[in-house]
């Protein structure tokens, strides 16, 4: 008995090249829309949630030049900077002023903008504020501990004072705070500008060696271990 041998037919060649194309080109397609996908500018950077009150850091910070502190006021001691309760804005937004305009500036809000603060401060609930800038949970940050050192807030959040929106900045990956703790000197400003954000340096100034004489004051030696983070 004579065994038939068994053969493909002419079409299978050219059907494993276009096989073998598309599983390459798929996994390379894969491979690239993943990593823009999870990439922490893509995430991260541009981050603009709506807010309860269209609150304007360009008329308050930028025209107005209320400091960061005056809203943020715990930054300079404690680890987290302070969301500012409803009595920090009634300090100018009173319900009494029908007209929901400051005792210090003819600056006039829309009374249908600032009622979610006049509800607030008249049931005593607070302002439910979203978080812009969120790091998870197993991540340790403390404001203070940079700022005292000379960190502005511009090196993380950008010109707040500019933003009508405030928006992710920065994409607070990781490997961006890494590279800062690995190369500091041109994030240190003198202490008493860390809240000026539209500061500039003077024209002879020599950042190297400033940053320098006030790491060896401050003793300013940021960590890179792990757990300095990952509490």
């Given at each position: 008995?004579?065994m ?6 002419r ?12 599983l ?12 823009l ?7 991260n950077i541009?981050y ?13 910070a ?18 987290h ?12 937004h ?5 007209q929901g ?20 401060w008249?049931t005593?609930k ?5 978080r812009?800038h969120n ?17 502005s807030c ?14 992710q900045?920065?994409?607070?990956s990781?490997?961006w705070?890494?590279?800062c703790?690995e ?16 500061w ?6 020599d ?6 004489k ?13 757990a300095?983070?990952?509490?």
């Open positions: 008995m004579i038939q041998r068994f053969l493909f037919p079409w299978s060649n050219p059907f494993l090249l276009v096989l073998g194309a598309a390459g080109g798929g996994g390379l397609f894969a491979a690239a829309v993943g990593g996908v999870t990439d922490p500018v893509t995430l541009g603009e949630p709506e807010q309860p009150v269209p609150f304007s850091h360009a008329i308050h930028g025209q107005l030049k209320l400091d960061c502190r005056y809203c943020h006021n715990t930054v300079f001691d404690a680890a900077a302070a969301v500012p309760p409803t009595a920090t804005c009634v300090n100018c009173s319900p009494a002023n029908d305009q400051t005792a210090l500036a003819a600056v006039h809000a829309d009374s249908v903008k600032l009622k979610p603060i006049h509800e607030s008249k005593g607070s302002m439910q504020w979203k812009v790091l998870p949970e197993y991540v340790y940050f403390n404001h203070a501990a940079h700022v005292n050192s000379g960190v511009v090196s993380c959040h950008g010109r707040i004072d500019q933003m009508e929106v405030v928006y900045h920065e994409q607070l990781m490997a705070c890494i590279e703790h190369n500091p000197n041109d994030h240190l400003r003198p202490k008493e500008f860390v809240t000026k954000l539209d500039e340096p003077p024209a002879d100034w950042q190297d060696a400033f940053a320098e006030q790491r060896a004051e401050q003793n300013i030696h940021p960590q890179r271990h792990c300095v983070c990952h509490r």
